[in-house]
Nanobody
Framework: QVQLVESGGGLVQAGGSLGLSCAAS????????MGWFRQPPGKEREFVSA????????VYADSVQGRFTISRDNAKNTVYLQMNNLEPEDTAVYYC??????????????????WGQGTQVTVSS
């Protein structure tokens, strides 16, 4: 089992920045690809970004490319999402997730094995 706990959400004005963190406990963190997803109000959960187990590979949704940065610190069992130039459309509950396996960067919700409880991000216009 892997337990994931997100933190860092909140309210920010458009154009502002927020940083999310996801702390993992349980099995070997460095054996898992890590991803961030979000679920806007009334919509389905969607992919935001993912990072491979070593941190060498990353992938982003087109909607956040160039504004968001994913990173991980395997020594601290933590994955981060730095969000810059936020837009009202980024308002959502943000979830981190873990997918067992080395070297891949999955982008489908069904590829992930463990999920955090989510943290709310609200961007005001």
């Amino acid at each position: 089992q892997v337990q994931l706990v997100e933190s860092g959400g909140g309210l920010v004005q458009a154009g502002g920045s927020l940083g999310l963190s996801c702390a993992a406990s349980g099995r070997t963190f460095s054996s898992y690809a890590m991803g961030w997803f979000r679920q806007p109000p009334g919509k389905e959960r969607e992919f935001v970004s993912a990072v491979s187990s070593s941190g060498s590979r990353t992938v982003y949704a087109d909607s956040v490319q160039g504004r968001f940065t994913i990173s991980r610190d395997n020594a601290k069992n933590t994955v981060y999402l730095q969000m810059n130039n936020l837009e009202p459309e980024d308002t959502a509950v943000y979830y981190c997730a873990a997918a067992e396996g080395l070297h891949w960067v999955p982008s489908n919700v069904f590829q992930y094995d463990y999920w955090g409880q989510g943290t709310q991000v609200t961007v005001s216009s």
